[in-house]
Structures are given as structure tokens and as C-alpha cells.
């Protein structure tokens, strides 16, 4: 019982593919993000998405495309990989909640290791 | 712009021993602040997390944390570590009226038997 599930875990690939990543989340929440963690271990957001609506689109390259067809799923997109790319992708979500509608906490998925070569 | 400053890059300790890990954030308006863990090759988990109320925040695995208002810090602590607790450890702000995550960029902590 995956809370959030990403796939695959792992991704090779050559330079100059298309390739996704996929996320689901059985939460209920209605609140999904896509993260990065670089070699050295720095998690920085890309993207979020609430209620299929984007929410959140940090600088990053249009190669990056995410996809939500509902609340459930968060699909990225990347178009002409390059070496700079390859990281770790972490999918997240959370619940905007409460009177004062702030955020819980978020639940973080395995992560998908990308690797370009 | 948010940022959230780690102060410790590594730390190595031998089991037993006390931990605690500094986090100070920039943000002049009302924060929520978590850390989270990352044991190797696993996701992120929460440790624990404050909103509001009583400053000192007991977490899971027995970590606890301090929000000090006056020094934008929202250190961890642990009295007595295990070498189960090798792992990154992650502090992460959000303002509150906002939805991602700023991160640190993480401690390792390094538990020697």
C-alpha cells in the first residue's frame, strides 16, 4: 500500500531521448510536486500541480513537460535528455487543509534515478 | 526569496553519542518548518514538524527540535544516537501561505559502532 509510488525506480538512457516518469499517490491528497536532487544531494522543486492546475513552475528548462490527468497522477515529461539531467526525481503530495487552507506536510515517493549517458 | 542554511556538512559520531544539527532560514513572515531523513538508497521520511504552538517539537525515533523565533533557527537534536540513525538529514522551510518546500542542502551523519 504505496502511499506515493513513482516509475520507474531506475532510468538509463542516451543523450537526446524523450523519456517519463511517472507518480501516483492514493492519498486523496489534491496537491502533487516533482523535486530534483542533484549529485550532491540538493533537493530543489520543479513543479507543482494542484487540482490538475499548475501551481508552481520553477526555472526549468522547457524540455521539461509535466503532465497531471487527474489528482491522483503527476507524469513528467522530458524531451532531448541531456547529461545535466541525470539526478534523482522525487514526486511528493499533501493536502491544502484546515481553516487557514495551509499545506500538511508532504509525502515523498522512492525517487526515480535518472542517468544519461 | 526563501532560503534555508545547514550548517553541517558531515557529521561523524560514534553510537551513544549526543547530536544536534543546526538549520537556520530566511523568511520574514509566518514559517512552517520540517525536517526529514533520508536513509540510503530510501525516500524521504518526515521526522517531525512545526506549525505553531510549543516551540519544542518531538519527532519520531526520539528526535525532537527547538523553533527559536529570535534566531530563524529550528535546530535538531538527538541525546543519544544509534548507527541506525546514519543518514541525510534535511531541514525544509514553507511560508505559510505557500506550497513547495525550500530545502537545506543536508547534513550526513555518519553513526559509528
Known amino acids: 500500500d504505496t502511499a506515493v509510488s513513482q516509475t520507474p525506480k531506475y532510468l538509463v538512457t542516451q543523450m537526446g531521448n524523450d523519456k517519463s516518469i511517472k507518480c501516483e499517490q492514493n492519498?486523496?491528497?489534491?496537491?502533487m510536486y516533482w523535486y530534483k536532487q542533484d549529485s550532491k544531494k540538493f533537493l530543489k522543486i520543479m513543479f507543482s500541480y494542484n487540482n490538475k492546475e499548475l501551481i508552481i513552475n520553477e526555472t526549468v528548462p522547457n524540455r521539461f513537460s509535466p503532465k497531471s490527468p487527474d489528482k491522483a497522477h503527476l507524469n513528467l515529461h522530458i524531451n532531448s535528455l541531456e547529461l545535466g539531467d541525470s539526478a534523482v526525481y522525487f514526486c511528493?503530495?499533501?493536502?491544502?487543509?484546515?481553516?487557514?487552507?495551509?499545506?500538511?506536510?508532504?509525502?515523498f515517493g522512492p525517487g526515480t534515478r535518472l542517468t544519461v549517458l | 526569496a526563501q532560503s534555508v542554511s545547514q550548517h553541517n556538512h558531515h557529521v561523524i559520531l560514534s553510537e551513544a553519542a549526543s547530536l544536534e544539527l543546526g538549520c537556520n532560514y530566511s523568511y520574514g513572515g509566518t514559517v512552517n518548518l520540517f525536517w526529514y531523513v533520508q536513509y540510503p538508497g530510501q525516500h524521504l521520511q518526515l521526522l517531525l514538524k512545526?506549525?505553531?504552538?510549543?516551540?519544542l517539537v518531538k519527532g519520531i525515533k526520539g528526535f525532537e527540535a527547538e523553533f527559536i523565533k529570535s534566531k530563524f533557527s529550528f535546530n535538531l537534536r538527538k541525546p543519544s544516537v544509534q548507527w541506525s540513525d546514519t543518514a541525510e538529514y534535511f531541514c525544509a522551510v514553507r511560508g505559510q501561505a505557500g506550497t513547495a518546500l525550500i530545502f537545506g542542502k543536508g547534513t550526513t551523519l555518519s553513526v559509528s559502532s
Open positions: 511528493a503530495s499533501s493536502q491544502l487543509t484546515g481553516v487557514g487552507r495551509t499545506y500538511n506536510e508532504q509525502f
Open positions: 512545526y506549525f505553531s504552538g510549543d516551540p
Open positions: 492519498l486523496g491528497h489534491d496537491t
